[in-house]
């Protein structure tokens, strides 16, 4: 530890609780504490206050119609178009103005401006040159790309036209797109020829060919020529169905698309993510409640106002970029900031000279980059002024104190309030933060539940459990940004999410609860600490991941006889995955063996799925009634005294495993 952290430690330790400062509250979107006893009177009429944010082609009739639980549908028979939003009703004011700024690698070479003025040129091409391919109303056009202006470009251009988009990770694998477009019956893809990363040129499109390779049906491809002639050595041809992007647009110049009126419940977008079982869930979000929740949060929970510089350094591909890189920010007008590069090249101080240049104002990160610039030490930071930011945000997993502290002292100059702010891909938006113009922050805890929000914290029946005490979090009223079903699939919508605390033959809308699968705990002011994951999901470096995910693919492998993978605590990545591999008989437990594993998890998931060991065991320890007990192999990961071994059919092989990873 520097001797700058040690005097931190030392005077910020005590400290629980953080005001926000007198000028940021002086200046905040929301400040009046009234707001939350106000929206709890006036529920659900107090969401007008979201939809309101927004233009409407046709006002809705009712806010929410209960009528049908777990099927809610919110602003009824209005409609709206999200690329209108998020775009043309700024033009008149802020034409000129950045609506994004793209800082990309190679540093310095190729950073882009699109005014609100030139994306709007580029929607509506691209909107025209999608149709032109033959993408109606509702075809799932799905998305495979990296940080490139081409994606929120194509994100907005099938908003513009009423065509679901579903976008996947660019680090995840072909056998990922070939999944997910399978499972989407999705017959267009909009991908690139590659990226840089750490300034080199990355061969993107022989992992998009290989997926496409695994699609059951026909397809369109169109692919964004990023790398230029850098990219020439991977030799790319592109197919009878492949059509570059460039030469579309070129031929849709000056084109304009009239944005297509969606009703408020149609679909905006699909975006796969981890469950329970192998099966990945296609989340989906809609048009008119999706876009009030990320707007009304962008601007009561991020503070932000037209004339900001917002920075996320999320991936568009998860939904954190969705809310808020993309949607969020655009339906407020604002300057949205997208950096293509990691926060280490050219050097650790990446993200600071970013902020520094672009005089950001509100910069929202995770709690696993957090702990790696705090790794990295202070003097990056310290080298750059920050003093343009006026807000921190972190997203994604639990933020330990010791991490808040370093990023409220480092990088926010104590004078930023932080929102650490709980929500899922499947609720659209923030669920669990403090509003920062009006409550005090505690490190560690996200906060109360935004205003409006009826979230509680339960035992197994259900009871609300004392302050203090771990608990399930749950959520006990709809509200306008939750999922409305996992695509062609009521039935899992149900199982996954309500029928743990639900009636669910009621169709009293009282009766139902949505489960996250969280763990937390609330204490005497009310403030929730997000404990982590129940289920058998992981949180790798705030990616979700799925156990039985990755235990498929380790069977896959030939030579392996079964597997069990849990999450061991990572310093940086929070979670790390542990894989338990018992071989098939000759089959050698050599590093070759173990090599191969990795590579398989690799290709079926992507790297951040990569298991941080591979642990050969003759015996996975189980109950009697055959059950994997995983609660002993995480103890095993974590270094952690062994819980309890007596219900175990083969008590004696914890021991063994141990010593293998603890090595003793
Ligand atoms: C937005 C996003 C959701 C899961 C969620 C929880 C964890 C997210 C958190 C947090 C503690 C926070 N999570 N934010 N845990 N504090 N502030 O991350 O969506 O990828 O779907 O992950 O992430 O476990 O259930 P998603």
């Not at 520097?2 to 940021?24: G, H, I, N, T």
């Not at 608990?471 to 999410?497: A, Q």
């Not at 600490?529 to 949180?539: A, E, I, P, S, Y």
Request: charged share 30%; glycine share 8%; proline share 6%.
């Amino acid at each position: 530890m520097s001797d700058d952290d040690v005097e931190l430690e030392a005077r910020l330790e005590e400290q629980e609780v953080f005001e926000p400062s007198d000028s940021f509250v002086g200046q905040a979107n929301v400040s009046d504490d009234a707001i939350y006893e106000e929206f709890d009177e006036n529920w659900p009429e107090c969401w007008q206050a979201a939809a309101d944010l927004l233009d409407w082609e046709e006002p809705y009739d009712q806010v929410l119609d209960d009528s049908n639980p777990p099927f809610y549908e919110w602003f009824t028979d209005g409609t709206i178009n999200a690329s209108a939003n998020c775009i043309d009703r700024h033009l008149d004011e802020r034409g000129d103005e950045a609506a994004i700024e793209w800082v990309g690698e190679p540093v310095d070479e190729d950073n882009v401006t699109l005014t609100y003025n030139d994306l709007h040129e580029k929607v509506n091409e691209a909107a025209a040159a999608l149709r032109d391919l033959g993408v109606g109303e509702d075809d799932v056009v799905t998305m495979y790309m990296p940080m490139i202006p081409e994606l929120p470009i194509a994100m907005l251009a099938c908003a513009r036209i009423g065509a679901p988009h579903s976008v996947v990770f660019a680090g995840f694998s072909a056998d990922a797109l070939a999944t997910r477009m399978n499972s989407a019956d999705s017959e267009y893809l909009v991908t690139c020829d590659g990226y840089y990363r750490r300034g080199d040129p990355l061969d993107h499109l022989d992992k998009a060919n290989e997926g496409l390779s695994g699609v059951e049906h026909d397809t369109d491809t169109v692919v964004v020529d990023r790398l230029g002639p850098n990219g020439d050595d991977f030799g790319h041809d592109l197919a009878d169905d492949q059509h570059d992007w460039g030469d579309l647009m070129a031929a849709n110049e000056g084109a304009e698309v009239e944005p297509v009126d969606r009703d408020a419940e149609d679909m905006l977008f699909l975006m796969y993510t981890s469950g329970t079982t192998g099966q990945p869930k296609g989340v989906k979000h809609t048009t008119g409640g999706y876009l009030s929740w990320t707007a009304w949060t962008s601007q009561a929970v991020l503070d932000i106002k037209p004339e900001d510089t917002y920075f996320c350094s999320a991936d568009i591909g998860w939904i954190t970029g969705h809310s808020y890189i993309v949607y969020g920010p655009l339906a407020l007008g604002t300057t949205t900031m997208m950096y293509e590069g990691t926060p280490d090249h050219p050097d650790r101080d990446r993200l600071w000279e970013i902020v520094e240049d672009y005089e950001a104002t509100q910069l929202y990160t995770a709690p696993t980059a957090i702990r790696a610039f705090m790794k990295w030490g202070s003097q990056y930071p310290d080298e750059h002024d920050l003093s343009s930011l006026r807000l921190l945000g972190t997203v994604g997993e639990p933020i330990n104190p010791r991490a808040w502290k370093w990023y409220y002292k480092h990088i926010g100059n104590e004078e930023c309030p932080i929102v650490d702010t709980w929500w899922q891909t499947e609720t659209g938006g923030m669920m669990v933060t403090t509003l920062p113009g009006v409550k005090d922050m505690k490190p560690g805890s996200a906060g109360p539940p935004l205003p409006g929000l009826d979230v509680q914290i339960v035992d197994t029946d259900g009871e609300e459990v004392e302050p203090g005490r771990a608990g399930y979090l749950t959520v006990n009223k709809p509200w306008p940004g939750m999922l409305r079903t996992l695509y062609k699939n009521d039935e899992r919508f149900i199982d996954e999410y309500w029928a743990e605390y639900s009636d669910t033959d009621s169709d009293d809308s009282d009766d139902w609860v949505y489960f996250p699968e969280d763990g937390a705990k609330i204490d005497e002011d009310g403030y929730i600490t997000v404990l982590g994951r129940v289920d058998d999901v992981l949180n790798v470096s705030g990616h979700r991941l799925g156990t039985m995910e990755i235990e498929s693919a380790i069977v896959g492998v030939e030579g392996v006889a079964e597997a069990a993978v849990v999450g061991g605590d990572h310093p940086v990545k929070g979670e790390a995955v542990y894989a338990y591999v018992i071989v098939e008989d000759g089959q050698e437990e050599s590093e070759a063996f173990r090599a191969e594993i990795v590579e398989a998890v690799e290709d079926a998931i992507g790297p951040i799925a990569r298991p941080e060991q591979v642990i050969f065991t003759p015996e996975l320890p189980k109950t009697r009634s055959g059950k994997i007990m995983r609660r002993l192999l995480e103890d095993i990961a974590n270094g952690d005294e062994l819980g309890n071994t007596s219900t175990l059919r083969n008590p004696e092989i914890v021991e063994d495993i141990r010593q293998v990873v603890q090595g003793d």
